[in-house]
Structures are given as C-alpha cells and as structure tokens.
C-alpha cells in the first residue's frame, strides 16, 4: 500500500493534463483519479474512472502504457513517468474488493434513461473488448442490450487471446461480471455466418453494433509458408493448439505485442529456443519495451534486422530450416518510417522446428459475405459515426481496424454507442 501511496504521491495533478487529454485514447480522467487515491477514497477514484471506461482492471494491466498515459506524462520529461497503469489496476482491483460496482454509480442514470428509450434495442455482435463498451454504454442509456457471442463465455481477445501471465483470467471475470449486472442479456454460441444472420437480427433490432474483431493471422507470402510446423500466432492463442514444444526450437515472425505473447508462451510451455525475427530494430518494434524486456529476461532471442527469405522443409513436407537474410533500415522518400532494405550476399540459415507467424491479423473470410462494404485490407468500412455501409450497422474494434490496442478498441465502441444512441 506504501508503494502505490508513493506512486500516487508522485504525480502533480496537472491543470493541462496531457496523460488524459493527449496520452489515453479513452481520455480517463487521470489527476483526479489519482488525487482520490491520494485522499484514501478509492471508491471515488473508482467512480471517476467509471465516467469514461468500462475496462479499468484491464488497461491499467495491458495497455502499452509507456506509448499512451505514460508517455505523455509531465514527470516523463525529465525521469520516470508516473506508473499510471498500476494505479488504474489497483483502483479496480480495490474496488472489487469492497464489493463496489459499476451499476452502483449508473444505476439512478439507467433507471431515468430507460423511461426515455426503455422501448429500443440494439444486438451486440461479439463479447471483447470493443462490444463489452458498447453493450455497457448503451445500457447506461437505458437501451435493452443483447450480446451475441461465438463461445460460451465473454471476454473475446481478452479472454482468449491475451495469456493468463499478462492478463489474469479473475480480471477479465469480475470486469464481465459489472458489465453483465447493467442488465445487458447474453446469447452464447451464436456466430454470424453460421447460425445467425444480419437480415434477421436487423428485423428485431433498432440497431447492430458489430465488434467481434480479426483474428486471422496474415500470411507473409514467402515460399514454405504453407509446410507442417507452420502456424498462424493468433489462431495458435485463441485455439490453444501448441504442439509439444518441450526440447524445440521455435522461431516467431512479427514484433507486436501477439509476436510477443507467442514467444512467451512458447518458452513457458518448454521450448529448448524460441527466436524472434524482426526485419527492423528493437527501435521500431511496436510491441510495449516492458513486454520484449521481459521476454528477453525469460531467454527469448530477438534477431533484430532478419528478414524471412524461404522456410525450408523436408520429404515429408515438415519445416526443418528457415532462410534468413539480414536488412539495412533505409529512409526512403515518402516513408513515415525507417525502411528495411535486404543486404545482398548476407543469407544465412537457421534449424527450426516450429514457426510461428505473428505479423497482423485479418477479419474472417466470412465477413466478405456480409454484404457490407471493406477497406482494401479487409477491415469493415465505418464513417465517422461508426456506422457501416448499412446505416443501422455499426462496426468498431479490430474489426473495423481500428489502432489495435484494447484502449482503443474501447473507445470504438464507447463512441459507437455514443452515435447509435443519437441516431435511434
Ligand atoms: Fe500526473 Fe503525469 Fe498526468 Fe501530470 S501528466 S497529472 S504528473 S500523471
């Protein structure tokens, strides 16, 4: 408790604000949370918190924080930014304790707004983090609220695409738990495509949120991608279907938080090596400095600059080898960002038994037969009220490619509801 007064001690309370107003894409109210803890009223800071985000237990624990609050923190200046996301997990995680809850501190607001739109409905595609703020904000405006999801439980990529050593499943139960007690209902094993359908929820709904996310790892297109012992990261953590990593070696392709998440999880479940191949340097990596600190603590190699030029396999169509060639970062006209350029000459190989490509993710094909309209990468295309191409569908999250942190995931559907809420 001395330490998180400390933490809390620490911060200056700001009039500008830049950790709220710059560095949280929910814009929580920081100082003042803070300054509660300071004052001993967690359930204040907890209330507060309330006003803008439904997913304090998990952000305060997941969120790139550094690249977010932290990094825009006054105190960051000239030392260590205040730990904002402790403080946020620890505001939860107390106020779960002393049985505090979000219907506490909504429940006189939903009960007045349901005699204004107590009459309309709107179906939530999808429990994570995208659909949960929305299905948690509508309900707050006194709107009647269903989920539809896929499995039996809530929590979409939270639940089962986040390991339990970066986010405990306790969180994500007790988070669903405040959400569900706004009084939203659930319809599990539901998926649209395969036993649900847009025309019939569109007949009974005033409106569709879509949130059910992208979760398809993206192909690199090298030579080999396709042999045994080559898996997609994504699809490797929602399905939980490693294979017997215990005396591997095992490579990851990609540098975000899911590359991350992927190696981690691979050395705890017993691989002899798991590598890391980067194309640009630790730099440019856009997964969070803690998570890759950590994963280098726990043995994970990185090779920073590598690019993959074939996987390499043997009579039985098995990966045994991975070709590699090293990059020079270059700036080229026109580029936001350093390029990766192969060294001509500079190939090498490496022995691997698995590998595991964690570069992106795409929505699932099905999402193509909607008759809705997608980007060019896939992703559904919003407007800047959220809404599809079918104006009673709205879209947020990963799926309508959105940044892809859960903040900001959140704040999609905290915004969505904001617009569906105007517009029926
Ligand atoms: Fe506190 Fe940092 Fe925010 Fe200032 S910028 S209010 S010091 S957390």
């Given at each position: 408790m001395e330490e998180i007064k400390n933490k809390a001690q620490?911060?200056?309370?700001?009039?500008?604000k830049p950790c709220s107003l710059k560095g949280c894409p929910l814009g929580n109210n920081i100082p003042d949370f803070i300054e509660q803890i300071k004052n001993n009223n967690y359930a204040k800071a907890y209330e507060i918190l309330c006003q803008t985000t439904v997913l304090p237990g998990v952000c305060g624990r997941i969120c790139p924080h550094q690249k977010q609050c932290q990094g825009s923190?006054?105190?960051?200046?000239?030392g260590e930014p205040v730990a904002i996301g402790d403080l946020e997990a620890f505001v939860f995680d107390k106020a779960m304790e002393e049985g505090e809850n979000l219907l506490k501190y909504w429940e006189e607001e939903i009960e007045k707004n349901k005699k204004i739109r107590g009459n309309k409905k709107v179906a939530v595609i999808g429990g994570g983090p995208s659909g949960l703020t929305a299905a948690a904000f509508l309900a707050k405006a006194g709107i009647e609220v269903i989920i539809y999801e896929?499995?039996?439980?809530?929590?979409g990529l939270l639940r089962y695409g986040i390991p339990e050593f970066r986010l405990e499943k306790s969180i994500v139960k007790e988070t669903i738990k405040n959400i569900l007690e706004l009084g939203i209902k659930v319809e599990y094993q539901k998926e649209l495509g395969k036993n649900l359908s847009l025309e019939e929820l569109k007949e009974k709904y005033d409106a569709i949120f879509l949130g059910f996310g992208a979760n398809c790892s993206s192909k690199m297109?090298?030579?080999?991608?396709?042999?045994?012992g080559v898996f997609g990261g994504n699809e490797l953590l929602e399905?939980?279907?490693?294979?017997?990593?215990?005396?591997k070696k095992v490579a990851i392709v990609g540098g975000g938080n899911v590359a991350m998440d992927c190696a981690r999880t691979v050395k705890r479940l017993g691989a002899e090596e798991v590598k890391v191949i980067y194309r640009r340097a630790r730099e440019q990596m856009p997964a969070e400095d803690k998570e890759i600190e950590e994963a280098i603590n726990e043995g994970v190699e990185f090779l920073f600059q590598n690019n993959i030029v074939k996987i390499i396999g043997n009579k039985e169509e098995k990966v045994t080898e991975v070709e590699l060639i090293k990059t020079e970062l270059v700036q080229k006209e026109g580029e936001t960002r350093l390029v990766p350029v192969n060294i001509e000459k500079s190939n090498y190989k490496i022995d691997i038994d698995y590998i595991i490509m964690a570069l992106g993710a795409n929505p699932?094909?099905?999402?193509?037969?909607?008759?809705l309209e997608l980007n060019r990468w896939g992703n559904i295309e919003i407007n800047e009220n959220y809404q599809?191409?079918?104006?009673?569908i709205y879209a947020g999250g990963d799926l309508a490619g959105v940044k892809g942190t859960v903040a900001w995931a959140s704040y999609s559907g905290r915004e969505a509801a904001k617009k569906i809420i105007e517009n029926i």
């Open positions: 620490y911060c200056l309370h700001c009039k500008v923190c006054v105190r960051g200046i000239k896929k499995y039996n439980e809530l929590g297109g090298v030579e080999g991608e396709e042999l045994e399905y939980n279907l490693h294979p017997d990593y215990k005396g699932a094909s099905y999402v193509k037969e909607l008759a599809t191409s079918d104006k009673k």
